[in-house]
């Protein structure tokens, strides 16, 4: 298989980068869409859905400096998106918001998964809170339009009420988060901190059905380069039944539990 060029070259990875960043953004100008950009400092007055997760994870094998940076990063990444609301017809993209971010005060280094390889770069970790917004809008009416899942896990995910397959990979000029508001109702994102927790909150301008999000048809698969995690992610809605929102797949990087049922891929 051919290498890329900056594989055979990666003196011009960063150019490369800012190559599509730039474009990345000249696109969003361009392309007709309506961006959620509007904040506010006071909650919408019906909490639709919350979560929260442990900041730090120990479970990397790396120095722990790398969490305090991650937290570092995703302290500053947040503040674009708290109090944001998606009025109907808006689009929430992660990197309309996130872009820039880092203008005034400089992200740091924390891990990040480079070509499917657990590496240490500048502003790493940032992918900790697309999860948890992808996590946080899986429970409204809102319609994922972009999400990328990871190619690799390389260690245990830290403690979260959500299930398997709650993933969304973000990287600047490459892979983006959106939703769409589809329906009449003002819906608004939340991130703050509590304590050694990250929080994600969802409120709406009127209250909303329970959704719950579930998995679907969990499987381990044995292929040449490894083991796979299969899952579909599943959303419950009162009354109208469920849907699959999409089905996850990536490479498990780390030993799996005892017992974990392990099957071998047919060749296709």
């Given at each position: 298989?051919?290498?890329?060029?900056?594989?055979?070259f990666?003196?011009?990875?960063?150019?490369?980068q800012?190559?599509?960043?730039?474009?990345?953004c000249?696109?969003?100008?361009?392309?007709?869409?309506?961006?959620?950009a509007r904040?506010?400092?006071?909650?919408?007055p019906?909490?639709?859905?919350?979560?929260?997760?442990?900041?730090?994870?120990?479970?990397?094998?790396?120095?722990?400096?790398?969490?305090?940076?991650?937290?570092?990063?995703l302290?500053?990444?947040?503040?674009?998106?708290?109090?944001?609301?998606?009025?109907?017809?808006?689009?929430?993209?992660?990197?309309?918001?996130?872009?820039?971010?880092?203008?005034?005060?400089?992200y740091?280094?924390?891990?990040?998964?480079?070509?499917?390889?657990?590496?240490?770069?500048?502003?790493?970790?940032?992918?900790?809170?697309?999860?948890?917004?992808?996590?946080?809008?899986?429970?409204?009416?809102?319609?994922?339009?972009?999400?990328?899942?990871h190619?690799?896990k390389?260690?245990?995910?830290?403690?979260?009420?959500?299930?398997?397959?709650?993933?969304?990979?973000?990287?600047?000029?490459?892979?983006?988060?959106?939703?769409?508001?589809?329906?009449?109702?003002?819906?608004?994102?939340?991130?703050?901190?509590?304590?050694?927790?990250i929080v994600?909150?969802?409120?709406?301008?009127?209250a909303q059905?329970?959704?719950?999000?579930?998995?679907?048809?969990?499987?381990?698969?044995?292929?040449?380069?490894?083991?796979?995690?299969?899952?579909?992610v599943?959303?419950?809605?009162?009354?109208?039944?469920?849907?699959?929102?999409?089905?996850?797949?990536?490479?498990?990087?780390?030993?799996?539990?005892e017992?974990?049922?392990?099957?071998?891929?047919?060749?296709?």
């Amino acid at each position: 298989m051919a290498r890329r060029l900056t594989e055979r070259f990666p003196w011009l990875l960063p150019l490369r980068q800012k190559q599509r960043r730039f474009c990345f953004c000249l696109r969003m100008r361009f392309d007709g869409i309506s961006y959620a950009a509007r904040q506010i400092g006071e909650p919408l007055p019906y909490l639709t859905f919350e979560s929260r997760c442990p900041m730090y994870n120990t479970e990397t094998g790396f120095p722990m400096i790398y969490q305090e940076n991650k937290v570092h990063n995703l302290k500053l990444a947040a503040r674009p998106i708290d109090g944001l609301l998606l009025h109907p017809g808006e689009t929430f993209s992660f990197w309309n918001r996130v872009h820039g971010a880092d203008r005034e005060i400089p992200y740091r280094e924390a891990l990040t998964e480079r070509n499917g390889t657990l590496a240490v770069d500048y502003g790493g970790g940032l992918c900790q809170l697309s999860n948890l917004l992808c996590w946080i809008c899986l429970h409204t009416s809102l319609t994922v339009t972009e999400r990328h899942g990871h190619r690799k896990k390389d260690f245990p995910e830290p403690p979260s009420d959500a299930p398997l397959g709650v993933d969304a990979a973000v990287a600047e000029g490459w892979l983006d988060f959106r939703v769409r508001n589809d329906t009449e109702v003002v819906f608004q994102l939340s991130v703050t901190f509590d304590g050694e927790n990250i929080v994600g909150r969802v409120y709406a301008d009127r209250a909303q059905p329970r959704v719950r999000v579930v998995n679907r048809n969990l499987r381990y698969y044995r292929e040449a380069d490894g083991i796979y995690e299969e899952v579909d992610v599943v959303q419950q809605t009162g009354g109208q039944g469920e849907r699959t929102v999409y089905r996850n797949r990536c490479r498990i990087a780390y030993p799996l539990p005892e017992g974990t049922q392990i099957m071998e891929r047919s060749p296709s």
